[in-house]
């Protein structure tokens, strides 16, 4: 398994809440099982006092994305590396029970954790996950949402850092809000141009009188 794949963990927890719409999804130890997806070893764990920790974690995350979307670059690097240090990780080759055409596990790194509880484990996977794909891919790659009110968290994998929104869904959505906005502003434009042209063509009218 890829280290950056461990990025999603944190991508997922973030996104578990939606501020400016008063939403929030973490509520239960069951919307921690579903963060974890596959991961049921940690997720097991967790129990009703999990969810406040989780939560906390969340928003730990999110001053991240925060401050990678502003582009303060060293303050987001700065809380990352303090959940770094919080939750800390053990590397260790894996082989799992892949196997390739000659037999041999296919060894790839695998975060290895030990943590007391369900938040610690997932804490330690997500800071670890997005420390790789910052490092990897820069802290550009880190953004939130333009599309208002979302501004959910997304990782950056385009060729040319050109993402703007977390999904096509919300592309879209802020397009057409843009393209309707264009047609009001025209509108308006062609409105006040005709007003314009009606008064000049009375002052015109009554100047020949």
Wanted: with cysteine.
């Amino acid at each position: 398994m890829e280290l950056a794949y461990y990025s999603d963990y944190a991508v997922r927890l973030v996104n578990s809440e939606e501020p400016a719409r008063g939403k929030d999804a973490l509520t239960s130890v069951e919307a921690i099982h579903d963060l974890f997806g596959g991961n049921e070893g940690v997720a097991r764990r967790a129990t009703d006092a999990d969810v406040t920790r989780f939560r906390g974690v969340r928003a730990r995350l999110r001053a991240v994305f925060e401050a990678a979307d502003a582009g303060s670059e060293t303050l987001a690097v700065d809380l990352l590396n303090s959940l770094l240090l919080e939750f800390p990780v053990s590397p260790q080759i894996s082989g799992h029970d892949y196997r390739d055409d000659e037999g041999r596990p296919l060894w790839h790194m695998h975060l290895a954790d030990h943590p007391s509880n369900a938040t610690a484990g997932y804490a330690a996977i997500a800071a670890m996950g997005l420390a790789f794909h910052l490092t990897e891919y820069g802290v550009d790659r880190l953004g939130l949402c333009e599309a208002a009110p979302c501004r959910n968290a997304y990782l950056d994998t385009s060729t040319n850092r050109s993402r703007r929104y977390c999904s096509d869904r919300c592309a879209t959505r802020a397009n057409v809000a843009a393209y309707r906005a264009r047609k009001r502003l025209e509108a308006d434009r062609s409105e006040k141009t005709g007003l314009a042209a009606d008064s000049a063509q009375r002052t015109a009218a009554n100047g020949e009188r």
